[in-house]
Nanobody, 122 residues
């Protein structure tokens, strides 16, 4: 059972930056995705990366502001978030899957972390 642990969330002012980290538990090759959960809504895809990082996919709302990257030697995937907006607020969840469909859909992922809270507010 793959385990994932997110970190790096916090309170930031609009226009600020945060870098989230997701550490996964074994050295297998996994597609990793970041999703945002807001109470009362479905999990929203934010960004996904294939197992070697050669392919990535971003939600339109974050293109040009967020960057997903990975260091497989450290079993870590990062989400660099810049120019943050209040609508970026939510619980950011990291997920792992065994194939890359390019769709970055929640159903593509079998393993989930518990999330790290990001709040963008003055």
């Amino acid at each position: 059972q793959l385990q994932l642990v997110e970190s790096g969330g916090g309170l930031v002012q609009p226009g600020g930056s945060l870098r989230l980290s997701c550490v996964y538990s074994d050295s297998g090759l996994y597609t990793i995705g970041w999703f945002r959960q807001v109470p009362g809504t479905e999990r929203e895809p934010i960004a996904c990366t294939s197992s070697m990082g050669s392919s990535t996919n971003y939600a339109d709302s974050v293109k040009g502001r967020f960057t997903i990257s990975r260091d497989n030697a450290k079993r870590t995937v990062f989400l660099q978030m810049t120019s943050l907006k209040p609508e970026d607020t939510g619980l950011y969840l990291c997920a792992g899957g065994t194939f890359y469909s390019g769709a970055c859909a929640p159903d593509d992922f079998d393993f989930w972390g518990r999330g790290t809270q990001v709040t963008v507010s003055t």
